[in-house]
């Protein structure tokens, strides 16, 4: 097969891609009205590709799970606004603003606008699965004020 025949572009109409639209996750109840597309990086002719990029769309006043992991994320807002949970603080985030998520923080995105938060996540192929805070981390968390008042559970 030529490098041609492997190069390919994923079309995309009003934020869906052609690939699968997916629950976010299958179980648990810690977030809320969130979707994920894998968009580059486990469709055939992709193995080379070192990092997976997903699109997420949280509905307005949905939120993902607060989790870490030892991997980083590299984010891009591509629609709507929200804010998001960074360990121990709680930033705004909108359109085109870039957010780094360093390896073993926590973090929890938020739908706060009337519009979808839709944002594409670019992570290594091979990660470790997400953490749940436990009841000592949720006591570090919850100290400060911002961060109890935003995260969800």
């Known amino acids: 097969m030529s490098h041609e025949d492997r190069c390919k572009v994923v079309h995309a109409d009003d934020f869906r891609w052609d690939v699968p639209l997916r629950e976010y ?18 469709g055939a002719d992709e193995q080379a ?21 030892e991997h980083p994320h590299s984010v891009v807002v591509i629609r709507g606004g929200g804010e998001v949970i960074l360990h121990d603080r ?39 699965r997400p953490k749940l805070p436990d009841a000592d981390d949720m006591e570090t968390l919850a100290s400060v004020d911002t961060v109890r008042r935003r995260m969800r559970t």
Request: charged share 20%; aromatic share 12%; with cysteine.
């Open 25 to 42: 996750k299958t179980e648990g109840t810690h977030f809320r009205d969130i979707t994920r597309q894998t968009l580059l990086g486990e």
């Open 49 to 69: 590709l070192n990092f997976i990029t997903r699109y997420f769309e949280i509905q307005p006043g949905g939120y993902s799970t607060l989790e870490h992991h």
């Open 90 to 128: 709680v930033e705004p985030i909108a359109l085109h603003d870039v957010v780094y998520i360093a390896p073993g923080s926590y973090h929890q995105f938020h739908a706060t606008t009337q519009e979808p938060l839709g944002f594409l996540c670019i992570v290594d192929r091979e990660r470790d």
